[in-house]
């Protein structure tokens, strides 16, 4: 089976935006996300488009703040510091990545975490590791919720992750191995936590055998065809986070988008499987509005 991201994706909006509406209709303040743009990197820019635009379909406000590339680290860092100290915004996030001259590290670091909706301060991450309620990053949560929604329980299952990020590997292999009770807050019912789980990275030894024992494999690898037909138990579930570009001069672009994963052969042994695109990419921008609205409801309302 198919999991469809996309029209997950849809669902949720449609709830959030009925959660931001009931607000209102209380006269309650609703939530606020800001968003800082350092330079005009043209992905950003897209990404940051889309980012605003989906707040305004839900109903979230969005404010927009922009610095040229030349800014100092130093302002940003003050910048920082007026957001965390801001009462009307509840979560804000520097879009990544900064030119050079700025030390990611030292602008995430001084992000206070409650207001952390992308999920990337030490601070987000350590509380994640220890099991207390954090924010987790969009793509390990999309991941969580795709799982939740389809009733796919990780309970007991063997999970095998590949990739060590820090913003997919990582985080994903730690929510999955939780005990649920001290599982985050606000996802949806679904017995997640409570697996095994096995991480694999590019110095591991005999990937295939790994996968074949796993109940669920998660890749994060960013090869395309990594995870082939002969990996894959039948009725495993298979969750492809890979994007990348294949020359395709038929396509209008020039390109097409695949995962990681030989989806053609997979799909027909795999119990569920993401495609790509359509699949875990449609819910990062929605973990994004997930994570504002968690942050105005625990921290900041
Ligand atoms: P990364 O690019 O920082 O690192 C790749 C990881 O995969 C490393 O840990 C490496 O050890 C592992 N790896 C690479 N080749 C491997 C191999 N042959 N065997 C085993 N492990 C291998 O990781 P990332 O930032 O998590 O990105 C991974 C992929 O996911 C990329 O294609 C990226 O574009 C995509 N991505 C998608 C989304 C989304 O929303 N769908 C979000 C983030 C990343």
Not at 55 to 67: D, H
Not at 193 to 199: E, L, N, R, Y
Not at 211 to 216: L, M, P, S, Y
Not at 272 to 288: A, D, N, Q, R
Request: proline share 6%; glycine share 8%; net charge negative.
């Amino acid at each position: 089976m198919i999991i469809d991201g996309k029209q997950i994706a849809q669902t949720i909006r449609g709830e959030l935006r009925d959660q931001i509406a009931a607000l209102r209709a209380e006269g309650k303040r609703v939530p606020k996300l800001a968003v800082v743009m350092v330079g005009h990197n043209p992905a950003s820019e897209t990404y940051v488009a889309n980012k605003l635009k989906a707040c305004a379909e839900v109903g979230i406000e969005a404010e927009r703040i922009s610095y040229d590339e030349y800014v100092t680290e130093q302002t940003l860092l003050t910048e920082v510091h007026r957001l965390n100290n801001d009462d009307s915004i509840d979560g804000f996030i520097v879009q990544l990545p900064l030119p050079e001259h700025i030390n990611e590290l030292n602008i995430l670091s001084a992000i206070d975490y409650r207001k952390d909706v992308d999920g990337l301060t030490p601070e987000n991450i350590g509380r994640t590791v220890q099991g207390l309620p954090s924010i987790v990053s969009a793509t390990p949560r999309g991941i969580r919720e795709l799982l939740a929604r389809y009733n796919i329980a990780t309970e007991g299952k063997h999970v095998v992750v590949i990739g060590r990020s820090n913003i997919v590997g990582k985080p994903i292999a730690m929510l999955l191995m939780q005990r649920p009770y001290l599982s985050l807050p606000g996802m949806s019912a679904a017995s997640l936590g409570d697996a095994t789980v096995t991480v694999c990275h590019s110095k591991t030894q005999d990937l295939a055998a790994i996968c074949r024992t796993a109940d669920i494999i998660i890749v994060a690898a960013g090869s395309p065809n990594l995870v082939t037909a002969s990996m894959v138990k039948p009725g495993a579930t298979v969750v492809d986070v890979g994007i990348n570009r294949i020359d395709d001069p038929s396509a209008p672009r020039g390109y097409r988008l695949v995962g990681d994963v030989d989806f053609e052969h997979v799909a027909p042994i795999a119990g569920y499987i993401t495609p790509v695109p359509g699949g875990v990419g449609p819910m990062t921008i929605v973990s994004l509005l997930q994570n504002t609205i968690q942050a105005y409801h625990e921290y900041t309302r």
